[in-house]
C-alpha cells in the first residue's frame, strides 16, 4: 500500500479541486450575458447548475461508494469533471456552458468520499488529522481559487478557466488512480433508484426555490411551486425510505441525536462561512466614493485567501485537538471563532485591515467547525454508512451556503443606492448582512452545545478487534 502521507495528500487535492469549481467563474460573473450573448436570468444557470449538481449529487455518489467502491466513484466524479470542463471550454454558446458547469458541480462528491476512503485505510491515530485536512478543502479551495480565477481572466481568454480545470482533473485522476488503494469494504444490495429519483426532484425544487427567488420573485407562482412541491416530495421520499429493506439513505441512522443536530448544525455554518463570501468581496472592490474600498477582484481576493490558508494550516492542529477535548467542543470553538468574526466586522469595517483580521478568523471558526462535522458524523453511524453519512452532510451544509447566497443576495440587491447610474448595495445592507452571519453562527453554538458528547459504539476502525 501506498504511504498514508501520499493518500492523504492525493485526496486532499481532489477536495481543493472540487471547491475551485465554485469560485471558477465568480470573476467573469457579471460578464457572462455579454460574453455569452444571453439574458441575465439565463446566465444565472451557469452558476445554479452547479450548485443543484452538486446537492444531488454528493449524497448518492455517497451511497454508490459504499456499495461499488468509494474509490472508482470517485474516478467517474473526476471524469465527468474534465468531460464538463472541456465542454464548456469548447461550447460557443450558453447551453454548452451550463451543461458543462452541471457536470464539474458533480466533483463535489470526492470530499466525502475521500473522507470515508480515510476511515476505511488509515491507521486509528492518523484518521482524525487526516478528516480535519479534506473537510476543510471545502473552504480552502475556494479562497485559494478565487485569485488564480481572478489572474486568468485579467489575463488571458475566458475559456482558459475550463481548460485549467480540465487539466487539473486530468491531473488528479490520475494521482487517485495511481495512490489510492481500493478500499475492500462494500455494503450488500441493490441500488435504490426509486429513491435517488425521488431525492434529486425533491432537492431540486427545494434549491431552485432558494437560488432563483430573487429573480423570480419570492411570492411568485414559480417559487411556490418549486418549493412547496420539493417539500411535499422529500415527505413522500422519507417516508417511502423508512419502508424499504434498502434505501438510499438510513433515515434511521441519521435521526440519530448526533447525527441530526451536527446536520442542523452544518447549515448553520455553511450559511456563516458564504455570507462572508458573499458580502467581502463585494464590499472590497465597490468604489470608495460609493462606500467601498475600491479594489480590483484579484486584490480583493488576496484579502480573501488568507482565511484558506488559516484552514489548511488549522487542520493537523484540529485533529489533534479532537482527540484531546472531542471534536463537539471543536465544533463549538469553531462556532464561537464566527460569532466573534462577524462582531468584530459590525463594529469594525472601515480599513480593508480590518475586513482581513474578520477574514482570518473566519478562517479559524471554518477550519475547527468544517474539521468537526465529519467526525461527529463517523462516530455515530456504521462503517458501511460513513459515505452515504458524509454525503448527506455535506449536502446539509451546501443547504447553508444556498441560502446564504440567496438571502444575502437579496439584502444587497433591495438596499441599494445609485452611483454612476449603478445600484450599489448600501453599508446598512452590509451591515444586515454581517448581522445575519453572526445569527447563523449563534445558531451553530447553541445546536453544537446540545450534540450528545458520547462517542458511537459504531465507530470502530476496520484494523482494530472488536
Known amino acids: 500500500m501506498p504511504r498514508q502521507g501520499a493518500i492523504v495528500g492525493v485526496l486532499a487535492t481532489a477536495g481543493l479541486a472540487s471547491s475551485f469549481m465554485f469560485t471558477l467563474v465568480v470573476p467573469i460573473q457579471s460578464k457572462l450575458p455579454e460574453l455569452l450573448d444571453a439574458s441575465r436570468e439565463d446566465t444565472a444557470w451557469v452558476v445554479t447548475a452547479t450548485l443543484l449538481a452538486a446537492a444531488v449529487t454528493t449524497p448518492i455518489a455517497g451511497r454508490l461508494g459504499d456499495m ?31 451543461i458543462g458547469r452541471a457536470l464539474q458541480g458533480t466533483v463535489t462528491g470526492v470530499v466525502p468520499l475521500g473522507i470515508s476512503i480515510l476511515r476505511d485505510v488509515l491507521r486509528e491515530d492518523r484518521v482524525d488529522s487526516a478528516i480535519a485536512l479534506i473537510s476543510a478543502t471545502l473552504g480552502v479551495g475556494g479562497s485559494l481559487g478565487l485569485p488564480i480565477s481572478a489572474f486568468i481572466t485579467e489575463r488571458a481568454d475566458w475559456h482558459i478557466l475550463f481548460w485549467v480545470a480540465a487539466g487539473l482533473g486530468v491531473v488528479v485522476f490520475a494521482l487517485v488512480l495511481w495512490i489510492v488503494p481500493v478500499s475492500v469494504l462494500r455494503t450488500a444490495g441493490r441500488f435504490d433508484f426509486v429513491g435517488a429519483v425521488g431525492l434529486a426532484v425533491g432537492l431540486s425544487g427545494i434549491l431552485l426555490a432558494i437560488s432563483r427567488g430573487n429573480e423570480w420573485g419570492w411570492a411568485s407562482p414559480a417559487v411556490l411551486a418549486c418549493g412547496i412541491g420539493g417539500v411535499v416530495v422529500l415527505l413522500v421520499w422519507g417516508w417511502f425510505e423508512l419502508r424499504i429493506a434498502e434505501p438510499l439513505l438510513d433515515l434511521r441512522v441519521a435521526a440519530r441525536p448526533a447525527v441530526l443536530l451536527t446536520n442542523i448544525a452544518s447549515i448553520a455554518m455553511g450559511f456563516a462561512l458564504f455570507s462572508s463570501n458573499v458580502n467581502y468581496p463585494q464590499l472590497l472592490e465597490i468604489p470608495v466614493a460609493a462606500g467601498g474600498f475600491g479594489l480590483s477582484l484579484l486584490a480583493a481576493s488576496f484579502i480573501i485567501m488568507p ?11 484540529s485533529g489533534r485537538l479532537a482527540k484531546t477535548v472531542g471534536p463537539k467542543l471543536l465544533l463549538v470553538l469553531g462556532a464561537i471563532a464566527l460569532i466573534v468574526a462577524y462582531a468584530f466586522t459590525i463594529v469594525w469595517s472601515s480599513e480593508v485591515w480590518h475586513l482581513l483580521v474578520a477574514n482570518l ?15 461527529l458524523i463517523m462516530r455515530s453511524v456504521p462503517q458501511t454508512e460513513t459515505g452515504a453519512s458524509n454525503g448527506l452532510n455535506a449536502l446539509f451544509r451546501s443547504l447553508g451556503t444556498s441560502m446564504a447566497a440567496a438571502v444575502v443576495g437579496a439584502i444587497l440587491a433591495t438596499y441599494t443606492a445609485e452611483f454612476e447610474g449603478t445600484p450599489l448595495p448600501t453599508p446598512y445592507a452590509f451591515q444586515l448582512s454581517f448581522v445575519l452571519g453572526g445569527a447563523a453562527a449563534v445558531i451553530a453554538l447553541v445546536v453544537a452545545l446540545f450534540i450528545p458528547r458520547r462517542r458511537d459504539a459504531h465507530e470502530r476502525h476496520p484494523s482494530l478487534p472488536e
Open 68 to 98: 461499488y467502491g468509494k474509490r472508482r466513484v470517485v474516478l467517474v466524479l473526476l471524469a465527468l469533471l474534465v468531460l464538463g470542463s472541456v465542454i464548456a471550454a469548447v461550447s460557443p454558446g450558453i447551453v454548452g456552458v451550463i
Open 361 to 375: 478568523i473566519i478562517g479559524v471558526g471554518i477550519g475547527f467547525g468544517y474539521a468537526a462535522m465529519p467526525m
Open 307 to 317: 482565511a484558506g490558508l488559516v484552514m489548511m494550516v488549522l487542520s493537523p492542529f
